[in-house]
């Protein structure tokens, strides 16, 4: 009996039981459906934030901060000892950077960025918020991220010492186009000096020269964010009097593999092992393990309905293969092989499934949708704009199909290898 | 002549729980090629068990059985189903499959025996034509009486060129009417094309139809002589 025969075979027998193999069919497609909408989103939602991450991060730059450990430290500090001063007392220097700059001809620039949580007072325009304060080079922080272009204003590569920047939402705090700060204002600049007691606030008034465009993304206090005030690099050490910077910036001339972990070397031994060495591509991989380990998470769970989807198959199959015994023995009658009639068992378990999986894809990619214009909408809170585009890639589809025409053959099995080898003699005999 | 189906000493025990039943007591028996002939006895005398192991739906338990030649009590289940292929069984209850029409059911035998599905088309309609079933054949054993679905069940067996046709009480489960009708098809089938018919009944009026008459008694052959 050749395949087609087999597969139209299987097929009249489901045809038969429509609202069984309907049923059986539902348990496959709702297991396939949880798993395709679970990985839809959070591919979507790993996409959005990687997309995010990269808007505050430039490929060819290498982060370098203060490590938390005295030991030889790979990337362990970040996060830790992010704008904040390291116990052990070991400091990065704004004078540094020319040191580093001179390491490798690879480096093109090193960018120190001071950065300390302040306030933002103009009376006259009735703002009063909370910011982060950045001290930087206008010059190279614009050549290393182009997102450092101001929307109204400028940016001016030779700033007077009160010249400020400021994000978009610094300015339009509630993204809705109502702008408190405009170029030329006065605003105050204000932070929270404890490092003497009792703690003062110092301030100063500064000039506003250029507002940014949005950049969106997840501020990691790298890239320009939108909620960042700009302030020169020598206005922000007499500001906060000091001489060390909280992290650098290096730029390099490539961002291939060899270069960076050459430099990042030179860096690391410049600074005897006192810092750690960040780039792009490394958190880049952080974020791509921890969404693996939530998507197989994930997919376990939903693996779990696929299970249960398994056992009824079995079940059915078993309750149609003692319905069937005598059609069983009717097929082996005629000459029929055992192989064939677990052919055929098999096949109206891989129609079950490759039913189900389909469905299932259809539903899930459906499912992913809906959930992400709910998410957008804002009715679930989060003010409407989280937005995730849901991916299907290839890989998804294809192991979704594999996984529930799998899951469906395999409990198939029991049920067709018993219903191969009923003695047609006995199955014969069986009302 | 050519011998079809030869049994030597062959035997069958059954067990039945824990008491072994012996439904064959070593049976010696030959049929030869075109030959018609009828197994008579009450029920229990073994003649059932007798047709199965001739049809190989079941394994002798000791002794030789050649059918076309072929020792089937060695085969493996297999091998087993290829010599089923060559024989056209013919069942007391029909056994077709509800779910296929006449037609259907023939082609689902050569199907079996990987026939082209040009060929297939075209025997069965042959065949359901052969058997009376020209105007019956797209419909579903439940729109068919009991002699037309014997019918059907003969066209079925005949499906993949049989050696010979096993019949199980064929008119066991038609009225007496229908009866006469499926016997004279066998008696054209034998006669005018030349198939060997072996034939398990308990009606002795039917059984002396034959050419040959095999009497069965507690799983022995009490006698067998020519009609």
Redesign the interface.
Known sequence: ??VI?VLR?AF??I??RKLRAALTTLGVIIGIMAIVALLAISQGLQTTISDQLNQGLSANSLIVIPSIDDSDNEGGGFGVSFGGVDSSGFRLYVNQTSEVESLSPNITSALAIIQRSGRIVSESENLNRSITIYGVDYATYSQTYSSFEAEYGTVPFNPRNDTIVVGSRVSDPRSNGTQFVFPGDDVALLWLNATVLPPVYENYTARVSGVLGTVGGFSIGVGPSDTGVYIPLSTAQSFFDTDSCDMMIVTLTNSDNATITEVSDLIKDYYGGQVAVISPEAIQSVLTSVFSTIQLFLVGIAAISLLVAGISIMNIMIVSLIERT??I????????????VLMIFLAESVIIGLMGAIMGILGGWGLANVTAMVLASGILGGGGNFTITPMLSPTVVFGALIFGVGVSVIFALYPAWRASKL???DA?RHE | MSTIVEAIDLRKTYMLGKIPVEALRGINLKVDSGDFISILGPSGSGKSTLLNLIGALDKPTSGTLRVGGVNVGRLNDNRLSEVRLKIGFVFQFFNLIPRLTAKANVELAMSISNMSVAERSRRAAGLLNVVGLKDRMHHKPAELSGGQQQRVAIARALANKPKFLLLDEPTGNVDSKTALEVMSLIHKLNKENGVSIIMVTHDQKLAREARRTVHMVDGEIESDMVN
Do not use: F, Q, W
């Open positions: 009996m050749n025969d075979y009249s027998a045809k038969l005598r059609e023995g009717i097929l082996k009658a005629l000459g029929m092989k055992s192989r064939t003695k047609p003699v014969l």
